[in-house]
Each structure stands twice: as structure tokens, then as C-alpha cells.
Nanobody, 121 residues
């Protein structure tokens, strides 16, 4: 079955950086687009970024554009999210998500357990 295991979260000061990773298994990783979504305390799920199966196309929410970078290594079956210039509003549980197909227009089909990011001085 699909397994998505996130790592790399933690406590960071405002303005700092973190790199999240998501190890994928149970499906043919290079055939599917992937996304990162997040959920802040007391709020709903928020889409953060998506990447197509071959990494030819990426897209970002306005709230993270220019600060976050989504990438993938299909050989390692791993998805990444480089987060720079972190702000208090970025504090959330971050989830790795598999989409239903190869392109970023697909819906989410599976989601991992999440990794928590805390932004505080």
C-alpha cells in the first residue's frame, strides 16, 4: 500500500530555514505528481506546492512563493520541500501528498502522517 513518511520538521527561529523530506513507497513514484499541504493549529488544510511526475512543472501558493522550493528525486523515491525565510504563519503540520496522476492538476489520493514545523524565537 501507499506509504509516505515525512521528516525534517522541528523548531526554527523566524527567518530560518528547514528542509522537509518525504520517503515514498508502495507505488511507482515517478509516475505521479506530488504535493505538500499543511495544517496550522485550528485551521483547515492548506495547499502549499505541487510538482509534476518528471519535475517539469512546479506551482506554489502565493503565501510561500519565492521562499519555498519543492523538488523530487525519482531515483530515491523522495520528495523535498526547502523552506527559507520562515515566518510564524508557516508554523503547521506539513503533509506529503500523492496525487491521482502525473500532472499537478490531479487531486490528492494519499497523504502521510505529517511532520510538525514550529517557528518561534
Amino acid at each position: 500500500q501507499v506509504q509516505l513518511v515525512e521528516s525534517g520538521g522541528g523548531l526554527v527561529q523566524p527567518g530560518g530555514s528547514l528542509r522537509l523530506s518525504c520517503a515514498a513507497s508502495g507505488f511507482t513514484f515517478h509516475l505521479y505528481a506530488m504535493s505538500w499541504v499543511r495544517q496550522a493549529p485550528g485551521k483547515g488544510l492548506e495547499w502549499v506546492a505541487s510538482i509534476s511526475n518528471g519535475a517539469y512543472r512546479t506551482t506554489y501558493s502565493d503565501s510561500v512563493k519565492g521562499r519555498f522550493t519543492i523538488s523530487r528525486d525519482n531515483a530515491k523515491k523522495t520528495l523535498y520541500l526547502q523552506m527559507n525565510s520562515l515566518q510564524s504563519e508557516d508554523a503547521a503540520v506539513y503533509y506529503c501528498a500523492k496525487l491521482e496522476g502525473a500532472t499537478i492538476s490531479n487531486r490528492v489520493s494519499d497523504r502521510g502522517q505529517g511532520t510538525q514545523v514550529i517557528v518561534s524565537s
